[in-house]
Nanobody, 123 residues
C-alpha cells in the first residue's frame, strides 16, 4: 500500500508560481511512477505530468509543457510539481497518483491517489 499526501496549493495571481509536493509512504518509492492530475469544476480529471521511478523520465501534457516541472526526491519519498506562469485555466484540484512500473497518462492506470490540493489562479 502507498499513501499519498499533497500540499502546497493555494491562491496565486496569474503569472505567479506555486510548488506542489506529494509525500508518499512506503519503502519502495523509487519503484513507483508518479503522476499529477487535475480536475476543474464540472470537468473531467486530466493528466498534467508524470515521472518514472528510477530514471526520472518525465512526460507532460501539452497545456503545461514549458511552464510546469515535475521532479522527485527518492530519498525523501516526495514528488514535486513546480508550476510557473500560472493561468486562470490552471485552477483545479491537483491530485498526486502512483503506479508500479512505467509512466502513464491515463488516470485509470494509477493505483494510488492522494486527497488533492486546491490551486486557484486569479486573473
Amino acid at each position: 500500500q502507498v499513501q499519498l499526501v499533497e500540499s502546497g496549493g493555494g491562491l496565486v495571481q496569474a503569472g505567479g508560481s506555486l510548488r506542489l509536493s506529494c509525500a508518499a509512504s512506503g519503502r519502495t518509492f523509487s519503484s513507483y511512477a508518479m503522476g499529477w492530475f487535475r480536475q476543474a469544476p464540472e470537468k473531467e480529471r486530466e493528466f498534467v505530468a508524470a515521472i518514472s521511478g528510477i530514471t526520472s523520465t518525465t512526460y507532460y501534457a501539452d497545456s503545461v509543457k514549458g511552464r510546469f516541472i515535475i521532479s522527485r526526491g527518492n530519498a525523501k519519498n516526495t514528488v514535486y510539481l513546480q508550476m510557473n506562469t500560472l493561468k486562470p485555466e490552471d485552477t483545479a484540484v491537483y491530485y498526486c497518483a502512483a503506479r508500479l512500473s512505467t509512466i502513464k497518462s491515463r488516470d485509470n492506470d494509477y493505483d494510488y491517489w492522494g486527497q488533492g490540493t486546491q490551486v486557484t489562479v486569479s486573473s
